[in-house]
């Protein structure tokens, strides 16, 4: 039983880790290199990550540089840029790629706020689908005779503590960025 809980923890602990790296994908008005990191390029005929082909720097706070490592990927690393839903043009001088973050409408800020909370429900549901598999194997264990119903009550009670530990944390996670979102 104490594997099991064991496991449910990092399963749940992968799904709030999740969630904070995709968050960090999400702009907020503000230069970050992680607003990037989804970004894929067309590279050598295979679909790279940006981050894998150029150095990527946030010299001002409205401002990111990208150093592509071979020029000859400056066309491709464009393109994909402005083929991301970031909405973000970039300005090659043929030394750099610059990046000017400009100011988040208040629709477009909604509309990111909108998406956030997604993604923190998506986390949600990941760390509800681990208890209830956890669960379900442990009722199973039971039903075999491995187990013993005063047993089986503790392990629910601390899967249960996992569960609102791990949503507690999503709901922090979800609430900075919410306001970071909406800082003007």
Do not use: C, W
């Not at 880790?17 to 968050?23: D, G, H, L, S």
């Not at 790629?97 to 629709?107: A, K, M, T, Y």
């Not at 956890?134 to 005779?145: D, I, M, S, Y």
């Not at 089986?152 to 999503?170: M, P, S, W």
Request: glycine share 6%.
């Amino acid at each position: 039983m104490k594997q099991r809980v064991a496991d449910a923890k990092r399963r749940m602990e992968g799904a709030s880790k999740a969630f904070a790296n995709e968050m960090n994908s999400v702009r907020t008005g503000r230069a970050s290199t992680a607003l990037l990191d989804r970004v894929t390029v067309d590279a050598y005929g295979v679909r790279t990550p940006l981050n894998q082909l150029a150095s990527i720097s946030a010299p001002e706070a409205r401002l990111l540089t990208i150093h592509p490592y071979d020029r000859g990927l400056f066309q491709s690393i464009e393109k994909a840029i402005q083929e991301s839903d970031l909405g973000l043009t970039p300005n090659n001088d043929g030394q750099i790629i610059r990046i000017g973050i400009p100011q988040l409408s208040e629709e477009r800020r909604k509309e990111f706020v909108r998406l956030v909370g997604k993604m923190a429900e998506d986390a949600r549901i990941a760390v509800r689908n681990v208890r209830r598999d956890v669960l379900n194997e442990v009722k199973r264990a039971e039903k075999e005779g491995d187990v013993s119903k005063n047993e089986v009550g503790r392990v629910q009670d601390e899967i249960q503590k996992l569960t609102d530990a791990e949503i507690k944390i999503i709901d922090e996670q979800l609430r900075r960025k919410e306001a970071e979102i909406l800082e003007v």
